[in-house]
């Protein structure tokens, strides 16, 4: 899982809430209640404003998606955004490294971490089949009623 979305300023300019809320979709409450929550870090002005990169935009980007395209809860998502961060430590460790119980402990670590999404992922798919196996029932039960209908008029012309 890896945020791909699109980088928001190449030139690296840094964006104030009330930008980043606009481009992405989210109201400049929704971000600071992420921030609140440790799903985003982003930086300040010298007068205490939130000041946004391009990887925060695709942060927020990537968590709207998961929100509102998956529903994912926001609990989920950080679990989600804290693997992938610990992964990519977890990367960048593997190359500094030759020591091969660090790298057996590192290795380790990552498996458990893609572990956890899965058993995440899987949770979800479950209860989406769970949705989809409820709202099938409820089609079959309307269309015995239409059934139903159907037979009455027609008994009815008999």
Known sequence: MTVSAPTHDPDGRLLRIQEVAADVGLTPRSIRYYEELGLLKPGRSEGSYRLYDADDVER???????????????????????????????????KTTDDPLEREALFADAIARVDRQIATLRDKANRLEAMIEEAQGRRAHIESHIGELKAGKRGGRS
């Open 60 to 94: 927020l980007r990537f968590i709207k998606g998961l929100r509102d395209d998956a529903g994912f809860s926001l609990a989920e998502i950080n679990q989600l955004l804290e693997d992938e961060v610990a992964r990519s430590r977890n990367r960048e460790r593997l």
